[in-house]
């Protein structure tokens, strides 16, 4: 029988994951690696026809190096394409359309008040182009209303790319900008859902909770005070309020918890939660990094609910290919290393804990949720302390503390978000939506008071030394605080029996 540490398609998707980093580190490099990866591949199905060698033997070698060296290939010509692009090699002011990709994210300090947007370039004066990436900066108070989709017309001043992207240049708005006609639809309507909550928990709800909210249910966190934003991410709580992996595994597998638990056959399940990632992202906006979130989540799902467990590393593997193939940039992502990290958790160690959690009488959806949040911290710790030099003492028990009020945030919010949007302002659905929102004050309250208290400590964000020795360190540490839980809890068991 195959084991769940099926490794036949994580190999080849971490030397097409090196083979992208080689080639985004060093570009002049990246031929050298497909000359030796095709030299090698020939080499060895040449050893392999005159009997010297079998396919048995040498079958994932020929796969992995074939990968490599098609991931080398692929983006070499990605590399070419981009600096072939009339504005790469250009520098002064000029006229460009360009199309908004997604949100634009306020630049530190806010009293600066330029905000920066990922853009596509669609047009140079008045002449169509290819699409190509770009990061633009302007003023926040004209681009912040700005929603993915919308095409715009502005004066901007060109500059080199960002090293290590797939970028063509940096634009830095000097003109204001001018619509070019309206965003797609889906997208306008989603836009006009988030501006419905936002003004929905700002009417029902206190601050914070009524900046939370949205970030909680559809990853909208620009109404959340700054001192709450600090006490999630001290409290190893970010995740919750950023379209990650881990954040898609979490909201779908609350509401996969909720069908099973109003009788849902189980065998359904998987595709109910496919339903809901892609309703999901259609209503979060399908950015690039929502897409990789929403795949991650997928396979994490497809772990959980599955019978036929050895598929699951086979299912990331083929997710990490597609996803660097697509777009090469996450190869040196920390959302990406951190989504992958945390499906990996999810499939590897899920169900174990899952398991564990049942022998401790933990009902199973809730079971199922705990098992995603623990599984998912445990293994993501020593990478955030990698690329941040800090390790959360207490993250692990705050994820514990607030999951369960998560999957009621979820749904019931969601829930506010649509019925919401009906109709007009002060309506029936408006009112529907305010009840909602408040019902969900008390579970709001406990989030910010977890987060609050167990952020607010000094010790809660301890640094770490940078690099690999911190992310050691933080693995170490980790697997104690794991230890320690599981103990207590069987002392717990014991007393109780």
């Not at 490599?68 to 006229?95: E, Y």
């Not at 599955?306 to 996450?330: M, N, Y």
């Not at 590897?348 to 009488?361: C, E, Q, T, V």
Request: hydrophobic share 55%; proline share 6%.
């Amino acid at each position: 029988m195959t084991s769940v540490r099926d490794l036949r398609l994580v190999v080849p998707a971490a030397a097409v994951w090196s083979t992208t980093i080689v080639g985004l580190l060093a570009p002049s490099a990246i031929r050298t690696v497909v000359i030796v990866c095709v030299a090698a591949g020939v080499g060895v199905s040449g050893a392999v026809g005159l009997r010297l060698l079998s396919w048995r033997s040498v079958g994932i070698a020929v796969l992995v190096l074939g990968m490599a060296a098609t991931a080398g290939i692929a983006l070499s010509f990605r590399v070419a394409v981009i600096h072939q692009f009339p504005l790469h090699d250009d520098r002064g002011k000029v006229t460009v359309t360009v199309r908004v990709v997604d949100d634009p994210v306020p630049l530190r300090p806010a009293a600066s008040g330029r905000s920066r947007v990922r853009v596509d370039v669609v047009a140079i004066g008045e002449r169509a182009v290819r699409a190509a990436g770009a990061h633009l900066v302007g003023s926040t108070s004209e681009w912040a209303q700005l929603v993915p989709g919308q095409r715009v017309r502005v004066l901007v001043r060109v500059r080199p790319p960002p090293d290590h992207t797939m970028l063509v240049a940096s634009l830095t708005a000097v003109g204001t900008p001018t619509l070019v006609g309206a965003p797609p639809a889906h997208q306008r309507v989603a836009a006009h859902i988030r501006d419905r909550l936002r003004t929905v928990s700002a009417r029902a709800l206190g601050s914070p909770e009524s900046g939370l909210l949205p970030g909680l249910v559809l990853g909208d966190i620009s109404g959340l005070d700054d001192n709450v934003r600090e006490d999630f991410r001290d409290a190893g709580l970010a995740h919750l309020t950023a379209v990650s992996g881990s954040n898609f595994a979490i909201v779908c597998g609350a509401v996969l918890a909720l069908l099973a638990l109003l009788g849902c056959p189980r065998r359904y399940l998987p595709i109910l939660g496919l339903a809901v990632i892609v309703g999901f992202v259609i209503l979060v906006r399908p950015s690039p990094s929502v897409l990789r979130a929403a795949l991650m989540g997928a396979v994490g799902l497809f772990a959980m609910f599955s019978r036929r467990k050895a598929q699951a590393l086979p299912s990331l593997g083929t997710a990490v290919i597609v996803g660097l193939l697509w777009w090469p940039e996450l190869a040196l992502a920390p959302g990406f290393a951190l989504s992958v990290a945390a499906t990996a958790g999810i499939v590897l160690w899920g169900p174990a804990i899952r398991d564990w959690l049942w022998d401790y009488r933990i009902p199973t959806g809730l079971a199922e949720v705990l098992a995603m949040a623990i599984a998912a911290q445990l293994v993501t710790a020593p990478i955030i302390a990698l690329i941040s030099g800090r390790f959360s003492i207490v993250a692990i028990v705050a994820n514990i503390l607030v999951v369960p009020v998560v999957a009621a945030i979820s749904i019931v919010g969601t829930a506010a978000a649509l019925v919401g949007s009906i109709g007009g302002p002060g309506g029936f659905c408006w009112i529907i939506a305010e009840l909602l929102a408040r019902i969900l004050g008390p579970a709001l309250w406990w989030m910010v008071t977890c987060a609050g208290v167990l952020g607010g400590w000094a010790w809660a964000s301890i640094p770490v030394p940078d690099g690999v020795p911190g992310a050691l360190l933080a693995a170490a540490a980790t697997i104690v605080l794991a230890m320690g839980l599981r103990r207590r809890a069987r002392i717990g068991t014991s007393a109780r029996r």
